[in-house]
């Protein structure tokens, strides 16, 4: 993978506000990638926001803050993974979580028309988390 995997301009997906309830929300973005750095702004059904994260072109890991610009809304934890046309993977707040998938805009906006194995990729699952093993002297 290299950063021509990641290119920069619009982008457009969706995410989901739990892994039960998979009605999508949709996310319009201007990313750039640039030197492992992500910046970028975008709008969604809650509001407009900003971008900064990090990316990695050997193990396509993504990951970002989204801050909106309405400082009620704060600030979403974003990881991820760059798959094929995709990056997919989680968002977090400190009380919930949930899925996202976006893709740049070139690609198209209709993600069953876009998604050609739609039906052998994996839907969008939470990224698990360690376990942590605690010793039964501590509990």
Known sequence: MSEQDYPSGPWVGFYVYSFKNQNRHRMDLALSFHAGRISGSGS????????????????????????YARPDLGRVFYRGFREGKFIWGTWSLTFTTGGFKIWPLSEGTELDLIEGEAKTQPAVEPVQKPKILIPSAVK
């Open 44 to 67: 969604d059904d809650l509001g407009r926001f900003g971008i900064r994260g990090k990316f990695d072109t050997k193990g396509g890991e993504v990951y970002w803050h989204k801050t």
